[in-house]
């Protein structure tokens, strides 16, 4: 950790001054030629406790870059609302970079999943450095769970840890709301990505704070994503009385998700542990 304290000490600095010449240059859009699996927004209606979420992604993979967007439309229950889930993906083996993102379970069971993404045009690819001036969109992706983790497990090959969340249902529905309420803003309100102070963590960080202030405090590790899973457990976020390093080995799904991609049980069968 000190080595990254002083690259973002020295990254800030150079970000700023960098965004300062750029930032008048160009405007946010709703309007480019996306990549074909950011290029429908997701949006929700709210009606009393039942929310009607439109173009949640079930996309259809043969590879990680060859693939079928499809999209359906489902309503939600709030009152049903049970669990929230804390999914980290590392990109890198130093362990800074990640991608997180969240999921909520609901009676029955189902689930839904929010991914804020960097949302890229066709042919364009994520740049840790594009990302800090004004080079992608903001999106905020509803996606079906087999979507969005056998992307991650089965195509990408990436570890993918899910952790269960500590919190009253009036949290989890209060986050569901303000999540979907963010989406349905920058459906009409296009905004850039920003890969330290408006990332996938730190949008996250920003709802849960907005609910709870200073729930979650200001920390290298919430700037990095790649640390987040440890900062959530320090925090007592995770349901979990086992050590960091067990809770890691416990919430690795990548075996189960890889066994039972093809199981219509897939998101209940992910969440089972493996029989000692």
Same mark, same amino acid.
């Given at each position: 950790?000190?080595?990254?304290?002083?690259?973002?000490?020295?990254?800030?600095?150079?970000?700023?001054?960098?965004?300062?010449?750029?930032?008048?240059?160009?405007?946010?859009?709703?309007?480019?030629?996306?990549?074909?699996?950011?290029?429908?927004?997701?949006?929700?209606?709210?009606?009393?406790?039942?929310?009607?979420?439109?173009?949640?992604?079930?996309?259809?993979?043969?590879?990680?870059?060859?693939?079928?967007?499809?999209?359906?439309?489902?309503?939600?229950?709030?009152?049903?609302?049970?669990?929230?889930?804390?999914?980290?993906?590392?990109?890198?083996?130093?362990?800074?970079?990640?991608?997180?993102?969240?999921?909520?379970?609901?009676?029955?069971?189902? &689930?839904?999943?929010?991914?804020?993404?960097?949302?890229?045009?066709?042919?364009?690819? &994520?740049?840790?450095?594009?990302?800090?001036?004004?080079?992608?969109?903001?999106?905020?992706?509803?996606?079906?769970?087999?979507?969005v983790i056998r992307l991650r497990t089965s195509y990408r090959r990436d570890d993918v840890y899910l952790y269960p969340i500590k919190t009253s249902r009036e949290s989890m529905r209060e986050l569901f709301v303000a999540m979907l309420s963010r989406a349905n803003e920058l459906r009409e309100r296009p905004e850039f990505y920003n890969t330290l102070t408006s990332n996938c963590t730190s949008n996250i960080i920003g709802h849960v704070n907005r609910l709870s202030p200073r729930r979650i405090?200001?920390?290298?590790?919430?700037?990095?994503?790649? &640390?987040?899973?440890?900062?959530?457990?320090?925090?007592?976020?995770?349901?979990?009385?086992?050590?960091?390093?067990?809770?890691?080995?416990?919430?690795?799904?990548?075996?189960?998700?890889?066994?039972?991609?093809?199981?219509?049980?897939?998101?209940?069968?992910?969440?089972?542990?493996?029989?000692?």
């Amino acid at each position: 950790m000190p080595g990254t304290k002083r690259y973002l000490l020295f990254l800030f600095p150079l970000a700023l001054t960098v965004s300062a010449l750029v930032w008048g240059t160009a405007d946010p859009s709703n309007q480019r030629d996306w990549a074909a699996n950011l290029a429908v927004l997701p949006y929700a209606e709210f009606e009393g406790d039942l929310v009607r979420v439109h173009n949640v992604r079930n996309t259809s993979y043969e590879t990680a870059s060859s693939y079928t967007p499809a999209y359906y439309d489902r309503t939600f229950d709030l009152g049903r609302l049970e669990t929230v889930w804390f999914l980290v993906e590392p990109l890198s083996k130093r362990g800074a970079v990640a991608h997180t993102f969240v999921s909520f379970g609901f009676e029955g069971p189902e &689930y839904v999943a929010i991914s804020v993404e960097a949302r890229k045009e066709k042919g364009e690819s &994520y740049d840790f450095l594009r990302g800090l001036f004004r080079q992608y969109e903001l999106m905020y992706l509803v996606a079906d769970e087999r979507d969005v983790i056998r992307l991650r497990t089965s195509y990408r090959r990436d570890d993918v840890y899910l952790y269960p969340i500590k919190t009253s249902r009036e949290s989890m529905r209060e986050l569901f709301v303000a999540m979907l309420s963010r989406a349905n803003e920058l459906r009409e309100r296009p905004e850039f990505y920003n890969t330290l102070t408006s990332n996938c963590t730190s949008n996250i960080i920003g709802h849960v704070n907005r609910l709870s202030p200073r729930r979650i405090p200001f920390s290298l590790k919430g700037l990095l994503p790649g &640390y987040s899973g440890r900062l959530a457990y320090g925090l007592g976020l995770i349901d979990t009385d086992l050590p960091f390093e067990g809770a890691r080995t416990r919430f690795k799904i990548n075996e189960r998700a890889i066994k039972y991609a093809q199981s219509p049980d897939f998101s209940i069968r992910i969440r089972e542990p493996e029989p000692d």
